[in-house]
């Protein structure tokens, strides 16, 4: 059992930045792929990034690619979310997600954090 724990969200400027963290609790971090996803109002989930178990392997979205960054610190349990140039359309719900590898957390993640929320005003 795996639980993620969202913070660092909030109300920004366009063209601001943000970074986003999501704390992991329970055993094995680092067999785990995670992932970051956003939910806008009246929208459905979409994939935003994610990274591979031991960090080599990252994936973005391409509405975010060059803008946002994902890493992961496998001996704090933790993975970030480095938001920069941050546009109206980057306000949702922000959710963290864990998997049993990369293919997994972008399709049908096991485990999902409690969201947070980023609003980028113009």
């Known amino acids: 059992q795996v639980q993620l724990v969202e913070s660092g969200g909030g109300l920004v400027q366009a063209g601001e930045s943000l970074r986003l963290s999501c704390a992991a609790s329970g055993r094995s971090f680092s067999t785990y792929a995670m992932a970051w996803f956003r939910q806008a109002p009246g929208k459905e989930r979409e994939f935003v990034a994610s990274i591979s178990g031991r960090g080599s392997t990252t994936n973005y979205a391409d509405s975010v690619k060059g803008r946002f960054a994902i890493a992961r610190d496998n001996a704090k349990n933790t993975v970030s979310l480095q938001m920069n140039s941050l546009k109206p359309e980057d306000t949702a719900v922000y959710y963290c997600?864990?998997?049993?590898?990369?293919?997994?957390?972008?399709?049908?993640?096991?485990?999902w954090g409690q969201g947070t929320q980023v609003t980028v005003s113009s």
């Open positions: 997600a864990a998997g049993g590898g990369v293919n997994i957390v972008v399709r049908s993640p096991d485990y």
